[in-house]
């Protein structure tokens, strides 16, 4: 099934460790997204991709990296995990050209930091 | 900078009743509005966009929702709401930008509820 799918969907990570959220897409979309949603905050940006070999930072960059290697694969890393990175991380996907394009979302990764 | 605003955290309807969720907007170009759903420990799914034209647009489920540029709002309505309706609802805005990025921004989300 086409789609996006994101891995781990839960985990629960003592503080000061790395961790590696995984995001990959199977329609080719050009642009790939990271948010975080927070009760009463909504959804945040975090980085973004508009193609592949380039990246951006969104709104809320700070303590976590992205690389877009490919078209499929968008990988958010947090290097030393602290307790306000507890959150649900969600990964999106969409077109960018033939008109004006809605975003497709994966299923999120819930991260509890302890 | 473009920004959106869900006023309302919540909105309480009871089924068969027409349902109304805001958004306003603040953008410095031409907008390009969005509504997406989530439900209950899922991703969001996109319902229907404002790009240019008819100011109602129609999209899933029933939903629609006016685009008004003197009062830049952009709310959701169906006329009537079924239990099955109850979840998160995003308002988001693109903006057109010549050699830009098109990134979206969201609004904070309203909880629908819908009682029986």
């Known amino acids: 099934i086409a789609g996006i799918t994101q891995a781990p969907t839960s985990q629960i990570l003592a503080a000061g460790r790395r961790m590696t959220l995984r995001c990959t897409q199977d329609?080719?979309?050009?642009?790939m997204y990271w948010y975080r949603q927070d009760l009463g905050l909504g959804l945040r940006l975090i980085h973004y991709?508009?193609?592949?070999?380039?990246?951006g930072k969104g709104e809320v960059p700070d303590g976590y990296s992205v690389s877009r290697a490919n078209t499929d694969d968008f990988p958010l890393t947090l290097a030393s995990a602290v307790p306000s990175q507890t959150s649900v991380y969600f990964c999106?996907?969409?077109?960018?050209?033939?008109?004006?394009?809605?975003?497709?979302f994966g299923e999120g990764s819930r991260l509890t930091v302890l | 900078a473009q920004s959106v605003a869900q006023p309302e955290d919540q909105v309480n309807v009871a089924e068969g009743n027409p349902l109304t969720v805001k958004c306003t907007y603040s953008?410095?170009?031409?907008?390009?509005l969005f509504w997406y759903v989530q439900y209950p420990n899922r991703g969001l799914q996109f319902l229907l966009k404002?790009?240019?034209?008819?100011?109602l647009v129609k999209g899933s489920y029933g939903f629609e929702a006016e685009f008004n540029k003197s009062q830049t709002s952009f709310h959701l309505k169906k006329p009537s709401a079924l239990v099955s309706d109850s979840a998160l609802y995003f308002c988001?805005?693109?903006?057109?930008?010549?050699?830009?990025?098109?990134?979206?921004?969201f609004g904070r989300g309203t909880s629908l509820i819908v009682h029986p």
């Open positions: 988001a805005v693109r903006v057109s930008l010549i050699g830009g990025s098109y990134i979206p921004t």
């Open positions: 404002y790009i240019t034209g008819d100011n």
């Open positions: 329609m080719r979309h050009n642009a």
């Open positions: 991709s508009n193609t592949a070999g380039t990246t």
């Open positions: 999106a996907s969409s077109l960018t050209s033939g008109g004006v394009r809605e975003l497709f």
């Open positions: 953008v410095s170009g031409n907008p390009y």
